[in-house]
Every structure is written in structure tokens, then in C-alpha cells.
């Protein structure tokens, strides 16, 4: 869902929904509040510092 949002390899995701995002591990845990098929909001910083914003609606993920 992110990569059809717009968002490369070398971005950033600082906000999933309300929530700001600290880390790889802190965005995985709120990940996991959610279900495949829910939308929510996420933003991003590309490598210039712009940032990004866009709905996006969740998919299944790897298990693991």
C-alpha cells in the first residue's frame, strides 16, 4: 500500500494515521492495531526533506 502511495526506497514514514512514527519497530507495532482492508493515513519524508501525505488501504503482509 505505501509503494502505491508514493513512497520510494530511501523515504521515510514519520505518521501512520494520528500517530508519529519513531521507528522501523515503533511503525510494525502499529501496524499490527490494524487489518488488511482498513484505510488510514500515512506520511512520509523523501531524501530532499519534503514531505508526503496520502489515504492508503492496507493489504495482507508476510507472516512472520
Known amino acids: 500500500a505505501a509503494a502505491a ?11 501512520l494515521g ?5 521507528s ?3 511503525l510494525t507495532a ?5 487489518k488488511p482492508g482498513e484505510s ?3 506520511e512520509w519524508t523523501d531524501p530532499s526533506g519534503a514531505t ?3 489515504k492508503v488501504t492496507l493489504a ?3 507472516v512472520g
Open 5 to 15: 502511495a508514493g513512497v520510494e526506497p530511501g523515504d521515510t514514514i514519520t505518521a
Open 60 to 62: 495482507q503482509g508476510p
Open 40 to 42: 488510514t493515513t500515512i
Open 18 to 22: 494520528s500517530v508519529r512514527i519513531s
Open 24 to 26: 522501523a519497530e515503533a
Open 30 to 34: 502499529d501496524l499490527r492495531t490494524l
Open 52 to 54: 508526503h501525505r496520502a
